[in-house]
């Protein structure tokens, strides 16, 4: 009997009752489930309601119902604890989420009689130093960008590795990417595809304003460190995943490296990562 939270994204109202169908599979299967509280209470199911302590410390695995940015924020948050995740895709494009709605129930099927295995995808971890003290730390899935806030001019950013100087771009931001993300933000700003079974770093500058900056891929081992230009009134911001923000001031340093925690995803089809790839970049023409 596994315990299962669940994860869905409320803002896909449509499939509230779809949403109910499901947590009625689990406990019919005799899975206990739970929600975080607001939204057991969204979805009128104050009986399944939990608090992330509680979550984070006593599921046995993680369902999310969403597209991968649903995943990747729970992901950041379960790491540490080593919850695996079964993503069912609600979204148009899922590179992350497993199941996809037509398979639902063959693919529950599966999971029931335990016909799965888990893919181990690499962390980053990135904090932020500001007058030599760290003053707040992430985990990311995808990656880490630092780049100019609001204004639509180039940002200069020194980067080092390893506290070697690498070079400093004059560009929009730098992506640092794992694999996984390889196919995310970096891909868009002409990033190379990236196996997520592998574990490297990807430096990627945006929209670069030199001929001879390029992406570069470094070491796992490697520790970057990026710096914006501390002459200019920062308005720097760093983003993880998409989905987090925090705003750097002048002088602040950012420190990326490959975490020690690692996403857990549950897999039930032994698909090929090139198949996949070939049929998500065909769904985006």
Not at 126 to 144: F, P, T
Not at 191 to 204: A, C, D, F, K, R
Not at 219 to 230: L, Q, W
Not at 268 to 281: E, N
Request: glycine share 6%; with cysteine.
């Amino acid at each position: 009997m596994s315990r299962v939270g669940l994860f869905p994204n409320l803002q896909k109202k449509q499939y509230s009752q779809l949403i109910g169908e499901i947590i009625y599979w689990f406990e019919k299967n005799m899975h206990p489930v739970y929600m975080l509280r607001n939204l057991a209470e969204s979805l009128n199911k104050p009986h399944l309601a939990a608090d992330w302590d509680f979550l984070k410390e006593n599921i046995d695995m993680a369902i999310t119902l969403g597209g991968d940015g649903t995943l990747l924020n729970v992901a950041r948050k379960l790491a540490p604890f080593q919850v695996p995740i079964l993503g069912i895709n609600l979204g148009h494009l899922g590179y992350l989420t497993e199941i996809e709605l037509t398979d639902l129930y063959t693919d529950l099927e599966c999971l029931k009689r335990k016909e799965y295995f888990l893919e181990h995808r690499m962390m980053l971890e990135a904090s932020i130093i500001r007058q030599k003290e760290m003053i707040k730390k992430y985990l990311a899935l995808n990656d880490v960008v630092v780049s100019k806030g609001p204004f639509a001019r180039l940002i200069w950013i020194k980067v080092s590795s390893n506290d070697n100087y690498l070079d400093t771009y004059p560009a929009d931001g730098i992506i640092i990417s794992t694999p996984t993300g390889s196919t995310a933000y970096s891909l868009s700003a002409g990033g190379p595809i990236i196996n997520p079974s592998m574990e490297l770093l990807l430096l990627n500058p945006i929209c670069p304003h030199s001929l001879r900056s390029r992406p570069i891929i470094l070491s796992k081992d490697e520790i970057i460190k990026i710096e914006p230009d501390p002459l200019e009134d920062s308005d720097a911001i760093l983003t993880v995943d998409g989905q987090k923000g925090f705003q750097l001031l002048a002088g602040d340093e950012v420190i990326v490296k490959k975490s020690k925690f690692y996403t857990r995803l549950i897999k039930i089809k032994k698909r090929y990562f090139y198949d996949v790839l070939r049929k998500k970049l065909t769904e985006t023409d």
